[in-house]
């Protein structure tokens, strides 16, 4: 990599994202720490996930009370949302308060996608440059580039000769698409797919969902939400705030202590349509053993088979969207907006990828195996190169040369997916082998971004000019990803993105922490306690 070194700018800390993880960093180490500091941002505004992903019914599936900053009493107390569930519209006037309110910009610099990132050992500082070839120098980076912002597009044979437009969820384009009088062809049914197709089948003269893994939902019931809760959230959010600092997933509810062998059928039924009413995750938490016993989580996942084929009128499209193999909430859980409803109108076709796979697109639409589909328009809600693609997308090089992508080619290795062996002064918000896409992200994010700014704070007290993760430790700590993770079904999935199955080639690991974020924050307080045990200082 050609590493310009005429003017080049200086900093104490650069910060790569401007999404919430950035945000916050910049909000710690600039005003709490004083350092000199800069943003670098791919996008011409703050918001990260919320600023690309501006697809047709684009929401959060955190309920809009834990889905803040905790950080700040004051924005607690000046923001109020309107929504159960924010919009992605509603989240980019929040992220664009905090940084109005903080008087962040000033210190963003937009439109500037890292593209090199190089530790130089003689001066024991980061070489960064960008897509506009800018140069700058600084002594700690600190990558918040989110988990999800690398969109993975399938490399569908043809696609580049279709006459019409196609579209990913995760780089939408900002004025919206016109879907009206149009054919559109939709491949995927992840979390986003399903919260795209009723909103995409409304608009649009006809619909094609091409569905490869069936997928189970949960009614998301978003409403707007009433004075009397805005003023009960406003008046409760030190209880919110613990709540949520104790929950395995930092959600505003507590996960039951029951099993599902402690009830009868009965009750277990009532439990799961009490659930399924109020809509929401919550229903991952109407028993302690879902996620761990495959028996237990047989009764869930029997469950919402039912209420689809139950929803679902045309038997051919109930029997393809109830084919599900894979344990309830193995993947990640959607929650959706008349998901399933959406199958009951005329303009929409449904195909098993399973049974007819795509063969290629042509100038005017999808051809599969056994069938042709005209098309205006095709959307990928095909998701992402999750936790390492942002990482790996910077072309990071750390000590002897050797770069991110050289040291994680069998899978990502950290600490505490926090830094990375052989990359002095390197942070990783949200890393691979931290809680991060397990949990209620805002959360898990302050609790990294503070560890950060008390490490960095330390390293200046004590005069140190590196900090690295010990290989040995890592190494332990990867374990300990593997060991938690065993403990529950989730690697059982073996087509998850947990687990970098959606991408071809990339290494199959289980990439986040399923420990909990409670236990790892005291993991982690504890390595702080111990004066960065675990970690090489110099
Ligand atoms: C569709 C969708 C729905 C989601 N729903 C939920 C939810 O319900 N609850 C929840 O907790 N989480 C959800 N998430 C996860 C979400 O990513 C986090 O909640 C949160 O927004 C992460 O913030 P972040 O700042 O860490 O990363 P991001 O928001 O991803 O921001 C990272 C920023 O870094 C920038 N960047 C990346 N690489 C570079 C580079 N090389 N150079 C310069 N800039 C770069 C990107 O442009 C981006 O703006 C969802 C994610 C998606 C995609």
């Not at 700058?136 to 988990?147: E, H, Q, R």
């Not at 780089?171 to 919260?195: A, C, E, L, R, Y």
């Not at 959010?237 to 009868?264: A, M, Q």
């Not at 195996?369 to 910077?394: E, H, Q, R, S």
Request: with cysteine; glycine share 6%; hydrophobic share 35%.
């Amino acid at each position: 990599m050609n590493h310009i070194k005429t003017n080049t700018k200086e900093y104490d800390a650069i910060i790569v994202g401007a999404g919430f993880s950035g945000l916050y960093q910049l909000i710690c180490l600039r005003d709490q720490l004083n350092l000199k500091c800069l943003v670098l941002e791919t996008g011409d505004d703050v918001g990260g996930t919320w600023y690309w992903n501006r697809y047709p019914g684009a929401r959060c599936d955190t309920e809009s009370h834990a889905y803040s900053y905790y950080f700040s009493d004051d924005l607690l107390k000046e923001w109020t949302w309107t929504e159960r569930y924010p919009g992605h519209a509603e989240i980019r006037k929040y992220m664009n308060f905090v940084a109005d309110k903080f008087n962040l910009k000033k210190d963003i610099s937009f439109k500037q996608k890292v593209t090199s990132a190089k530790f130089v050992e003689s001066t024991n500082s980061w070489e960064i440059i960008t897509n506009n070839s800018n140069n700058y120098k600084s002594k700690f980076l600190i990558a918040a580039v989110g988990c999800l912002s690398n969109t993975n597009t399938p490399n569908i044979k043809g696609l580049n000769d279709f006459n019409g437009q196609y579209y990913h969820t995760g780089n939408w384009p900002q004025n919206g698409v016109n879907f009206q009088n149009k054919k559109v062809g939709q491949i995927g049914t992840g979390s986003t797919g399903i919260q795209a197709v009723p909103v995409i089948a409304a608009e649009a003269q006809h619909l094609t969902v091409f569905q490869r893994t069936a997928n189970y939902s949960i009614p998301a019931r978003n409403k707007p939400l009433t004075d009397q809760f805005k003023k009960h959230v406003r008046e409760n959010f030190n209880f919110y705030k613990e709540l949520i600092k104790k929950t395995p997933n930092g959600h505003p509810f507590e996960i039951s202590e029951r099993l599902v062998s402690d009830v009868t059928e009965k009750e277990m039924n009532e439990i799961y349509e009490k659930a399924w009413e109020k809509g929401g995750l919550q229903f991952r938490a109407t028993f302690n053993d879902l996620i761990t016993n495959l028996e237990a989580n047989k009764t869930a996942s029997d469950f919402i088979k039912n209420k689809i084929i139950q929803t679902v009128k045309n038997k051919k499209f109930a029997k393809i969207l109830s084919d599900i193999d894979h344990p309830y909430a193995g993947k990640r859980p959607p929650i959706d907006s008349h998901y399933f409803e959406a199958y009951n109108r005329d303009n929409i076709d449904l195909v098993d990828l399973k049974a007819d796979p795509i063969e290629h697109v042509d100038k005017n639409g999808i051809k599969t195996l056994k069938n042709y589909f005209d098309l205006d328009i095709i959307v990928f809600a095909t998701g992402y190169d999750a936790m390492t693609g942002p990482l790996l997308n910077m072309n990071v090089t750390g000590k002897n040369n050797l770069t991110l992508k050289e040291v994680w080619e069998e899978g990502p290795k950290t600490y505490l997916g926090i830094q990375v062996p052989g990359f002095p002064n390197l942070f990783t918000v949200t890393g691979p082998g931290s809680p991060s896409v397990l949990t209620n992200m805002p959360m898990a994010i302050e609790q990294h971004v503070e560890w950060i700014r008390d490490c960095i704070q330390f390293m200046l007290q004590k005069n140190y000019n590196t900090i690295e993760a010990s290989k040995k430790d890592s190494e332990k700590w990867g374990e300990e990803v593997n060991k938690v993770a065993n403990r529950t079904l989730l690697p059982t999935v073996k087509h998850s993105w947990y687990l970098g199955a959606n991408i071809p080639g990339k290494p199959q690991v289980f990439m986040p922490y399923a420990g909990g974020l409670p236990r790892y924050s005291e993991i982690c307080d504890d390595i702080k306690k111990e004066n960065y045990k675990g970690f090489i200082l110099a």
